[in-house]
Each structure stands twice: as C-alpha cells, then as structure tokens.
C-alpha cells in the first residue's frame, strides 16, 4: 500500500469493500457528444495496481473514457467509481497526462515550474513549496532524464521532451492512480523502452491507465487491456499470455487501427 | 518641460497612469495567455451601456462602468466557460449591445451634453486627484489577488484540465480573474478610453512574453513597458498637442511593429534563408 501523507491522506474506503482491492468501477456507463453516443454501457472493474492498457483505433473514445475516468467528463448515464468515490473527489491523487503536449507552446514557464504544478494540491491552500515537494519534483525529473533541464524553458524543448516533463508533473503529484494519454506519441524508441520499464517500477505501487492506439504497449508489462470502440471489451490478466502478447505486437498494426482487435484477442463476444 | 510637470493636472495624469499601468501589467498577461482578449474588448465596450445609466440616472459614470464591465464579465465567462462554441458570437454580441445601450441612454438624458470622446478615446489629463487612491486601491486589491493565488493561476493558465484533476477550483478561480480584468479595464478607460483598452492589455504583454522566462517577470516586463508607453505617449501629446490616449496607442504600437520587424530580421540573419518559421 501507499504511505498516505497526513496532508493528503484519502480515506480508505468505510466498511467492507465491494469489490476486495478494487481502484476503478465503472457501471453501465454511457456518453454522448452531440446526441451521438460514444460509449454505450461500459462496465468495467479493475484492480489496484493493475497496468491497464485501453486500446482502439482513432475516434474510438478512448481519449473520452479516460476523462470520464478522470472525472473531467460527466457521463450521461451510470456511474464511475474510483477507490469507491466520485473521481472529482479523489482526483487531487491522480497523475495525468494529457495527449496533447503542444497546449500554449510559447507559455514562459520553466520545466521546473511545470512539475512542480503537480504539487498543487487540492483547493486554494497558501502554501510555500515544501521539502517534499521539491524531493518529489526532482525525483519525477529524474526518472524521465529532464533534471539536468530543469531552469530550460518549455517554449525551447522539443516535442519528446515535452511529453517527458509532463510526465514528471504527473508522477511529481505522487498519484495512486497513473493516466496517460498515449504517452509515447512524440518521445524516440529508446525513451519509450525506458518509460514501460520505469512504469514497471512504479506499476507496483500505484495502478496505471495508459491510452494507446498504438500496439507497441503491449510489449510492456501491461496486466489487463480495454478494447474500446463505442463498447468496451476488457481482457484481464488471465487472458494476457506472453504469447498472445507477442502475436498482438508482432501483428500489424493496421488490424488494431481498422478495429478487429477481436483476431488477436480472445473475442469479445465469447466473454 | 520641467514646468509642465509642476503642473498639477499633469502629476494627476502621470500618477494615474503609472496606477493604470500597473492594473495592466500584471492583467495584460493573464489576458494573453488565457487567450481572454476579445472577452476583454467585449467588457470594455459593454462598460459603455454603464456610462450612459450612470448619465441618464444621474450617478457617478465610474460606478456605472464598474458594474456594467463586471456583470458584462461574468456573464460571457459563464458563456464561454459552458458552451465553447460559438461564444466569440455572444461576446460581440455583448459587445455591440452595450455601446448601444450607452449611446441611446445618452440621447434620453435631456439637456445634457456629453463628452463621448472622453470615455471612447480617454481622458487622462483629466483625471480628478480623488480618482488616485481608488485607482491604488483598486491596484493593490489586484496585486494581492494574482500574488496570493500566483501558483494556481500559473497553472490554470498553462493546462486547466490538469489543474481542474488536481482538484485546483478552476472556475472560481476564472471568474475572480474576470472580475479583476473588468476592474482593470475600467481603470484604462480613464487612461486611453474603452476603445483602445485592448492595445494596452496586449501591446505590453506580447511583447514581454518575447523576452521572459516566467509569467511573474513577464507581468514585471509588462508594467514597465506600459508606463514607458504612458509617459512617452502623455509627452507626445503634451509636446504636439495630440488626443493623450491615442498617443499613448500609437507609441505602443510603434514600439511593438518595430519590435516585430527587428525580431524577423534577426531571425533571417540567424538562419539560412527560407528556414524562418
């Protein structure tokens, strides 16, 4: 378990837990932009300290799922539950990162300053920058190899190097729960293999929810994998086999992207 | 030029501009990154339907362009915070309505003969010594504002929805920064008139975020630039007997093209030809 710290401890969740360890529950969700739905009946029930992979070709929700998750969307019907409360409530432990990393490119802000909004905490709390949050700060720029460009201003990086501090800000908030929105988008193949070994790390003390249309995910450490076009199909761990995994990555990609995850993966309709 | 400076008209004047420059300073910028400029131009011109109440009811004009501008404020934040699309339509929509509202409140005021240029275009060497210290007050209220919460609106402006996860209230937060730009806007009113409060809160701005590596200095590099550009504006006008506040304008935006040609030249000798971006 996580050492919560007293500031920002979550309660555990009061009374015998449904689900026993259960981070995310979603519940016959549905969502719609525009009278169009874009997720229809979505249940999902995922573990702590899962490392779930949501997969689907573009425009397939995923993005929308995950700030539905986050508690950035509302959904039109069901409910989303995470460590048994409304995500808005318990959001202040998540560790986000946006899919785009180009947001106000010529903001003057330093990477420093951008990690260390992951120090914010919730509400409007005065408080100065403490011990912790600078340890935590340069540890998250460490583990992403930006430390050394901590003064550089965000405006002179490259795109790689963006998603790099990004990801620092979301690890700097010391999260329970991990989401990124396909993290590896703009960062090269050698980053990449040091990020899913760096998300091995910390998979084991905090659960994490990575957005991918890509299926070079599946070539980490992932437990569980959501397939998501408009409905959701959820293949745990069980299922996850190091040669399923090994047929998924060594297929096209193509067959992700024209949604028939169903070859590769057990079909859905089965279970 | 020294004597006109014993003038007392005109220490009111540079007074109230380096208090006006201020507001801007540290406003300007949040209205640039936030890309709140148009919802400012709406505010500043919606203030008028104020000024024409204030007239046609016969109250203090200020008073009337302060509740004007921060109704006309809250009213497009919430707009544009809801419902994304199409609120640049709202916005000039409120925009039109509130100087027309003004312009006909003043025709109903019977007898009574308006200034209009004054409030379109400013009046800075008229600003009444009493106007100084709401004007410093006015400022520090800003001042403390933007210091206290500087963090948190550091990190609304650079990504709102991180900031809304991480449980900052970004809406509060949005509607106290709304309320503060009609407060500035109606400061600069006084100075160069609701017409060209937008080139004060942006001239400065843009041209500080060139040369900053942080929104606090670039608010500091911003209310600097502005009252250079006051002073040097108020002396134009004085010197060449011009209108005050379009001077003050124009010197901006002297300073800002030729900043803009010398930044491009630079550019160009600094890279191979066609590499400019």
């Known amino acids: 378990m996580l050492k919560p710290s007293p500031s920002q401890a979550i309660a555990p969740p009061p009374g015998p837990v449904p689900a026993a360890g259960s981070a995310i529950e979603v519940d016959g969700l549905y969502f719609a932009y525009d009278g169009e739905w874009v997720l229809e009946d979505v249940h999902l029930s995922i573990p702590e300290r899962t490392f779930l992979a ?27 539950r995470v460590f048994d409360k409304a995500p808005e409530l318990v ?30 905490g919730r509400g409007l709390r005065l408080r100065r920058r403490t011990k912790r949050d600078q340890e935590l700060v340069r540890t998250a720029l460490e583990r992403v190899g930006m430390w050394s460009k901590r003064d550089r201003k965000m405006a002179a990086l490259s795109g790689g190097e963006r998603q790099r501090v990004l990801i620092a800000r979301a690890l700097a908030v010391d999260p329970r729960v991990l989401f990124m929105d396909e993290p590896t988008a703009s960062v090269d193949a050698v980053f990449q293999t040091e990020l899913y070994s760096l998300l091995k790390t910390l998979n084991e003390t905090m659960t994490i929810v990575v957005v991918s249309h890509d299926l070079s995910v599946l070539s980490s450490y992932v437990g569980a994998v959501a397939c998501v076009n408009r409905k959701v199909f959820y293949h745990d761990s069980a299922e996850l086999t190091t040669e399923m995994i090994d047929r998924v990555y060594h297929c096209p990609v193509e067959l992700i992207a024209h949604g028939f995850p169903h070859r590769v993966l057990r079909d859905h309709r089965d279970s | 030029m020294w004597s006109i400076l014993q003038l007392e008209f005109m220490q009111h004047a540079l007074a109230a501009g380096m ?32 000024i024409g109440l204030a007239f046609y009811f016969g109250f203090a004009p200020t008073a009337g362009a302060l509740s004007f501008s921060l109704v006309s404020a809250m009213v497009m934040g919430s707009i544009t915070s809801g419902r994304r699309q199409r609120s640049d339509t709202i916005v000039g929509v409120l925009w039109a309505v509130g100087m027309a509202l003004g312009v006909v409140l003043i ?28 004007m410093a007050a006015l400022d520090l209220l800003i001042v403390l504002v933007i210091g206290l919460f500087y963090r948190h609106y550091l990190a609304i402006s650079y990504d709102e929805e991180f900031a ?3 449980g900052v209230p970004v809406r509060l937060l949005y509607f106290v920064l709304l309320a503060l730009i ?17 080139a004060l809160l942006t001239i400065p701005a843009y041209m500080a975020e060139q040369r900053t590596g942080s929104l606090w200095t670039m608010m500091m590099v911003s209310a600097a630039l502005a009252m250079v550009f006051t002073i040097a504006g108020l002396g134009l006008a004085v010197a060449a007997n011009l209108s005050s506040g379009a001077s ?26 066609g590499a400019a971006s």
Do not use: W
């Open chain 2, 107 to 134: 025709d109903l005021t019977p007898g009574y003969n308006v200034d209009l240029m004054s409030y379109l275009f400013g009046s800075i060497l008229a600003v009444p010594a009493s106007d100084l210290p709401v």
């Open chain 2, 182 to 198: 009609a407060v500035s806007v109606v400061m600069l009113i006084r100075i160069v008139g609701l017409v060209l409060v937008i």
């Open chain 2, 248 to 273: 003050i304008i124009l010197v901006a935006a002297g300073c800002f093209f030729l900043d803009l040609v010398v930044t491009r030249l630079r550019q160009g000798m600094g890279r191979p030809s």
């Open chain 1, 54 to 80: 949501v997969l689907g070709p573009n425009g397939s929700g995923k993005t929308t799922l995950l700030k539905l998750l986050l508690g950035i969307l509302k959904p039109a019907r069901g409910r989303v």
């Open chain 2, 164 to 166: 809304r996860v991480a």
């Open chain 2, 19 to 50: 208090l006006a420059a201020l507001a801007c300073g540290v406003i300007g910028p949040l209205v640039v990154v936030n890309r709140l400029v148009f919802l400012a131009g709406g505010v500043a011109h919606a203030a008028f339907g104020g």
């Open chain 1, 91 to 120: 959001s202040e432990r998540f560790g986000y990162v946006p899919q785009n990393t180009n947001i106000n490119q010529s903001f003057p802000v330093s990477v420093g300053d951008v990690v260390l909004m992951g120090r914010l």
